[in-house]
């Protein structure tokens, strides 16, 4: 089992930054390839961003390409979501999940373990 906690959420305004967090409780964190994903009201979840397990691969949604950056630290259990340039259309509930694999994929379906996400509002 696998608990991921996200933290760093918050009220911003439009073009500015946010650095999310995700904390892992497992003790082979980098034997997960880990995923950020979004969800807006009335919308489905969406793919934001991957990472591989050793962090030498990443995968972005076009959306996000240029404005977030995706990163992990094995050594302390935790993937991050640096987020630039924020957009009001960036508002959402963000979630990181964990796959036990090393390849990344945007489904969402294909990860098992899940955070129970932190908001993000933008305001314009």
């Known amino acids: 089992q696998v608990q991921l906690v996200e933290s760093g959420g918050g009220l911003v305004q439009a073009g500015g930054s946010l650095r999310l967090s995700c904390a892992a409780s497992a003790r082979t964190f980098s034997s997960y390839a880990m995923g950020w994903f979004r969800q807006a009201p009335g919308k489905e979840r969406e793919f934001v961003a991957g990472?591989?397990?050793?962090?030498?691969?990443?995968l972005y949604a076009n959306s996000m390409q240029g404005r977030f950056t995706i990163s992990r630290d094995n050594a302390k259990n935790t993937v991050y979501l640096q987020m630039n340039s924020l957009k009001p259309e960036d508002t959402a509930v963000y979630y990181c999940?964990?796959?036990?694999?090393?390849?990344?994929?945007?489904?969402?379906?294909?990860?098992?373990?899940w955070g129970q996400g932190t908001q993000v509002t933008i305001s314009s």
């Open positions: 990472i591989t397990r050793t962090g030498a691969n990443t």
């Open positions: 999940a964990a796959r036990n694999n090393s390849y990344i994929t945007q489904l969402a379906t294909r990860y098992e373990y």
